[in-house]
Structures are given as C-alpha cells and as structure tokens.
C-alpha cells in the first residue's frame, strides 16, 4: 500500500522568509512517481513538480526547490523569499507508474504568506 | 499543455434531484479518467477510475448506484450525483490521462463545487 505523510498541517509565514514544506513516503514499488501541487483558494490543483524515482537530483525552478531523498522517503519542497500569493494548500502525492496506477495524496499543508 | 475542462464549475441544487457533472479532455485523447471528491480543508480521495468504453472501477465505500460514472468518449467522463442530498455537497475534481503519454501523468479539471440545499 501507499502512504503519503504531510506532518505539518499549517504554516504561516512573514513575506520574505523560507518556508520548507515536508513529505514522507511509503511505498513498495521499485518505480514510482512523486508530485507536488499547488491549490489556491479557487480550488484548481496546479502541477508544480513531478519525479521519477530514479531521479534524486535536487531540482530549482525560480523560487522554489525540491530535495528527493530516497534514503529518508522524503520529498521536501521549499520556498525562497515566499510571497503573499504563496498561500495556498499544497499537497504531496505519490504514484506507480503502470497503466492503472494510482494518485495517493498526502493531507495538505496550509501555507500562509502575512504581508 | 493538457487541458482538462469541468462543466459546471458551481452548481446549486434541491435535496433529491440529480446532478451531471462533465469532464473533458481538450487536446488530448483520455482512455483513463478519475473522480476526486474534496471535503472542505481535507485533501483529495479518489472515488472511481473511469475507463473509456467500460464500467467504472469504484473505490470501497463509494456507492455506485449514487455515483454514476460514464466514459462515453475518449474525451468526456460524466458524474451524476443521484438523488443528491446535502451530504453530498462536496468539491469534485477529475482528472485524465493521455493514452499517449508513457508517464501516465494525470491532468487534473478546475473542480466542480456541488451545493445541495
């Protein structure tokens, strides 16, 4: 079975400060997905990330960094000098990757951004 | 990038009628789409996985006779809340795969926010 862990469910946050959002993982497939998203007040969920589990490279895209560790299960994600328009829930999420596998999410972590 | 569009976004609706909900797939073919259902401040739970041209594969403790699911084409999946009632106010959310794409990434719609008064 899979798990995806969030132990953290809110964070606040003053602008400009880092802020690391944590995710722990279980699984027993050797391939595997690991996915971060983003969901605003609106309720859209938008894609921020996806890695393969053969792929532990730290990634950065602008602001925003995530350290695979596969050694831990963990997936972290951080954002630099966060913004106001950072607050949103973001999730975790984890998936095997044949034909019928399947997204599991973690619960969420609410990330306030006070001006 | 995949599109994936929800029909309505909000709806409003009595106790005991039915409710459609439409998902599609824009710009790419899906043989494979899913139904999320959000509670208010909970993450997302999988309801059932819709496949093109056969019956939907339900999670446990989803009703399917109350949650009726048809992949008709390979780029609409409809939800039919039947006979809704207010515990069935929720936040429906599908997604869908490219039947093209290796990575059987799924591509999620902008919700469908149901309301039963």
């Known amino acids: 079975a899979q798990k995806v862990t969030q132990a953290q469910t809110e964070i606040s946050v003053v602008e400009k400060e880092d802020v690391t959002l944590d995710c722990v993982y279980e699984t027993r497939d050797t391939t595997y997905y690991l996915f971060w998203y983003k969901q605003p007040p609106s309720g859209e969920l938008v894609f921020l990330i996806r890695?393969?589990?053969?792929?532990?490279q730290n990634e950065i895209s602008g602001r925003y960094s995530w350290n695979f560790q596969k050694s831990t299960s963990s997936f972290n994600f951080t954002i630099t000098a966060s913004q106001v328009v950072d607050s949103a829930v973001y999730f975790c999420a984890l998936s095997g990757t044949g034909a019928n596998s399947k997204l599991t999410f973690g619960k969420g972590i609410t990330l306030s951004v006070r001006p | 990038g995949a599109v994936v569009s929800q029909h309505p976004s909000r709806v409003i609706c009595k106790s005991g009628t039915s409710v459609k909900i439409e998902c599609r797939s824009l710009d790419f073919q899906a043989t494979t789409m899913f139904w999320y259902r959000q509670f208010p401040k909970k993450s997302l739970m999988l309801m059932a996985t819709?496949?093109?041209?056969?019956?939907?594969?339900?999670e446990q403790g989803v009703e399917k006779d109350k949650f009726l699911i048809n992949h008709a084409s390979l780029t609409l999946s409809t939800l039919t809340v039947t006979s809704a009632h207010p515990e069935d106010s929720s936040f429906y959310i599908c997604?869908?795969?490219?039947?093209?794409?290796?990575?059987?990434?799924?591509?999620f719609g902008p919700g469908t926010r149901l309301t039963v008064t």
């Open positions: 997604s869908a795969r490219d039947r093209t794409d290796a990575s059987y990434e799924q591509y």
């Open positions: 819709s496949n093109e041209g056969s019956k939907a594969t339900y």
């Open positions: 890695r393969n589990s053969f792929d532990e």
